[in-house]
């Protein structure tokens, strides 16, 4: 029991590990914009939606293994993180720069800085739709009996994310601008922004549920037998909630 006891706080600790690698990356990702082209609408979406996206996913692996209380102490740890990076960042840039610094002083700010209302957003955005996902994820938990696990991260992920999008491109380009004495977009523009980055945001969504399945069975593998090699009994235990191995924190 005691090698099994380490075999689970390892595992948490890796999957949040994951998660705030995740969060942390997609902060300095969103600097860079995409613009292409899907299902013949044009979308524009920061490089980060990909790492931003699989933070649910790790959260709903976590929410499957560990359960509601592990999930939201990892969702506020995330959030304590993102205060502490942006601390360091902002004393980062207090620091008297070099000339020979291979990065302007305006090019390192671009990316480090950020502005007062997209961090603001984007923290506002993460605790509730993060809060909201690991709710709605043992919501359908609970309807469903334990079964069909993809439908618990499907639902969850997606309901979240489009409050995710909602409330920080509004805030980012619109509310706290007008607040602050910005520029803001007007909110047709803000429209097709959401809806561009929510079709993404599906799509991803929709992907990673063969990655939830894998994450929870190999999870599951490794702290019953301490293998990580997947096997037909922990593929078995992620669709039998009665069998399988599941932490209240």
Known sequence: MEAEAERRAW????????????????????SKLVATSILGLDVAFPAAVLA???????????????????????????FIAQLIVL?????????????????????YKSVVGGSAPVILASLTAYIISQTHDVWA???????????????????????????????????????????????????SVIGNIILGQYIVKLIIAAADTPLVYAL???TRNYIQFGSLLPNLTGAVR????????????
């Open 216 to 218: 929870v069975a190999l």
């Open 137 to 187: 994820f043992h919501w359908w938990r609970e309807k469903t009996g334990g079964r069909w696990l993809w439908l618990r991260n499907n639902a969850s992920t997606m309901a979240s994310q489009l409050i995710d999008t909602v409330i920080f491109i509004s805030l980012a380009f619109n509310l706290l601008p007008s607040l602050l004495g910005g520029d803001p977009l007007p909110w």
């Open 11 to 30: 595992a948490l600790t890796l999957l949040s590990a994951l998660f705030v690698a995740s969060l942390t990356a997609s902060n300095y990702l969103a």
């Open 52 to 78: 931003y996206a699989l933070t649910f996913a790790f959260t709903d692996v976590i929410s499957e293994v560990y359960g509601r209380k592990a999930a939201q102490r990892v969702v506020l740890a995330g």
């Open 238 to 249: 992620v669709e039998r909630p009665d069998r399988s191995i599941h932490v209240q924190g």
């Open 87 to 107: 601390a360091y960042n902002y004393f980062a840039l207090s620091l008297p720069h070099a000339p020979f610094s291979p990065a302007s002083p305006e090019a």
